[in-house]
């Protein structure tokens, strides 16, 4: 069933925390409703929004850095692609950084 994705420790923490994170997400948002507030980002959002800006916004920082990281070693000199858990840090703190303050 899940043979066709290259299931990776990384890859599949990253799949992990997202679930998790809906599912904390879901019972937060049923526990205390959400009020829309205004914070960096240019409208005013609730926890989903921000969470849905938030996920894609990782996702695209994980598929960035996938597609540069055999340019990253080559310019840096490295003797291997830098390690995707640099990435998941970077999407993680991004995210955390959207639903804190967006």
Request: charged fraction near 15%; proline fraction near 4%; charge should be positive.
């Given at each position: 069933?899940?043979?066709?994705?290259?299931?990776?420790?990384?890859?599949?923490?990253?799949?992990?925390?997202?679930?998790l994170m809906?599912?904390?997400?879901?019972?937060?948002?049923?526990?205390?409703?959400?009020?829309?507030r205004?914070?960096?980002l240019?409208?005013?959002?609730?926890?989903?929004?921000?969470?849905?800006?938030?996920l894609?916004?990782?996702?695209?920082?994980?598929?960035?850095?996938?597609?540069?990281?055999?340019?990253?070693?080559?310019?840096?000199?490295?003797?291997?692609?830098p390690?995707?858990?640099?990435?998941?840090?970077?999407?993680?703190?991004?995210?955390?950084?959207?639903l804190?303050?967006?």
């Amino acid at each position: 069933m899940f043979e066709w994705m290259a299931w990776t420790t990384p890859v599949a923490v990253f799949f992990v925390c997202i679930v998790l994170m809906l599912v904390g997400m879901t019972v937060w948002e049923i526990r205390s409703p959400t009020l829309s507030r205004r914070g960096f980002l240019p409208m005013e959002t609730t926890r989903g929004d921000r969470l849905f800006i938030g996920l894609l916004s990782a996702a695209y920082v994980n598929l960035i850095f996938v597609g540069i990281s055999g340019r990253l070693a080559e310019w840096l000199g490295l003797s291997a692609e830098p390690s995707i858990w640099i990435s998941f840090v970077l999407s993680m703190a991004l995210l955390v950084l959207v639903l804190r303050k967006g």
